[in-house]
């Protein structure tokens, strides 16, 4: 499989699934329903119950509370199953005890001014760009602190529609593109993939588009950056190497 496709919400090999994805599986088969409509029904309970937890749990509504009270963190918004140590880490779905379960994309869990830094990674093309990626750019400006530092990485669609028109193999290896995933034969299901993702994600964004959604959430000196290069070497050396073939990667400073 081809480093260029995000497998982290595709179903595995049956081999590999385990007795819950194989339920899972078994359902969905059986539902009238379509998988992208079921897999956004499993967000939005996982969300629903994001919310009710704080209620029902005292472990998580004392969790809420410290994060509300600490000042000078850095934050791991939809952290997935890459949890970094020392940073606060947070998703909708727990992958680890270390991650705090929150709904991020129109809200965070803290106070205004309290964090040093944030890191986005692969998570703004998941949301509706007309309402969730506003919400969650205005949540990240009040909350970083007076010039903290945003990281942004998403996947680079300039960089897919260069190679698509290029169509050398050389231009998708330089994706990550080695050997062609068997399930998107063809340029155009690369190019469809990096918009769609089987309908996970929203949007694709190039360093213009990504530049004027930052502006217009009142962000200023915003740059392009490279792998692992940041204003905060904590920043660079949190970045996924798996994504470094394919992705843009931006930051800006809270004004």
């Keep these: ?5 995000d497998t982290a919400n595709r179903t595995p090999p049956a081999a590999r699934l385990t007795l819950k994805q194989q339920a899972g599986r078994w359902l969905i088969a059986r539902l009238p329903i379509t998988r992208a409509l079921f897999d956004q029904l499993r967000v939005e309970a996982n969300a629903a119950f994001s919310r009710v937890e704080p209620f029902v749990s005292p472990t998580a509504r004392r969790r809420l509370r410290q994060l509300a009270d600490r000042r000078g963190v850095i934050v791991n918004v939809a952290c997935g199953p890459q949890v970094i140590a020392g940073f606060v880490n947070l998703d909708l779905f727990r992958a680890s005890p270390e991650v705090v379960r929150f709904d991020c ?6 106070a205004d001014a309290s964090a040093r830094a944030i890191k ?14 506003p919400a969650l750019l205005a949540e990240c400006r009040r909350v970083l602190e007076p010039h903290g530092v945003l990281r942004v990485a998403v996947p ?3 960089r897919y529609l260069a190679a698509y028109c290029e169509a050398t193999p050389e ?3 330089a994706l990550g593109v080695h ?4 399930d998107l034969p063809t340029r155009m299901d690369l190019v469809n993939h990096v918009f769609h993702q089987w309908s996970e994600h929203r949007w694709a964004y190039d360093e213009e588009t990504l530049t004027h959604r930052l502006e217009q959430a009142g962000f200023r000196d915003i740059a392009r950056q490279s792998f692992g290069r940041s204003r905060l070497d904590e920043l660079g050396a949190a970045d996924l190497p798996v994504h470094e073939p394919y992705s843009l ?3 800006a400073a809270n004004s």
């Design 105 to 110: 994309r129109r809200h965070l869990p803290f």
């Design 156 to 158: 680079d669609a300039a």
């Design 179 to 182: 050997q062609w995933p068997g």
């Design 249 to 251: 990667y931006m930051e």
């Design 120 to 133: 986005i990674e692969h998570f703004l093309e998941h949301l509706d760009p007309r309402e969730e990626l």
């Design 171 to 173: 231009a998708f290896r």
């Design 1 to 5: 499989m081809s480093a260029t496709v």
